[in-house]
């Protein structure tokens, strides 16, 4: 199994940047797409961003695309959300995910990921 933690989220004043961080550990052989996904308060979960295994592949929502950069380092079994220009509607929980069953081609649907993040809270602030 894999176990993901993420880090990195904070308080920011709109226009700012933050980087999130998912350390992986556990049965790190296994090749996974990796994804982010955020939930606001009172509101369901929603996809991100995702990348397969290779980096190769990178696929965003709207609301996030030409401010958000997904990436990842295999061999420290990292991945990472760099976030700029962030919006007061960015504020949410950020979760990391693992799915071992795509692996180059990455999925946006959460209920395909199975391993996830503890989450990390993002705030900013108008």
């Known amino acids: 199994q894999l176990q993901l933690v993420d880090s990195g989220g904070g308080l920011v004043q709109a226009g700012g940047s933050l980087r999130l961080s998912c350390a992986a550990s556990?049965?790190?052989?296994?090749?996974?797409?990796m994804g982010w996904f955020r939930q606001a308060p009172g509101k369901e979960r929603k996809f991100v961003a995702a990348?397969?295994?290779?980096?190769?592949?990178?696929y965003y929502a709207s609301s996030v695309a030409g401010r958000f950069t997904i990436s990842r380092d295999n061999a420290k079994n990292m991945g990472y959300l760099q976030m700029n220009s962030l919006k007061p509607e960015d504020t949410a929980v950020y979760y990391c995910?693992?799915?071992?069953?795509?692996?180059?081609?990455?999925?946006?649907?959460?209920?395909?990921?199975?391993?996830w993040g503890q989450g990390t809270q993002v705030t900013v602030s108008s």
């Open positions: 995910a693992a799915d071992p069953d795509r692996i180059f081609d990455p999925r946006t649907e959460d209920g395909e990921y199975d391993y």
């Open positions: 556990g049965r790190t052989d296994t090749r996974y797409a």
């Open positions: 990348i397969g295994w290779s980096g190769g592949r990178t």
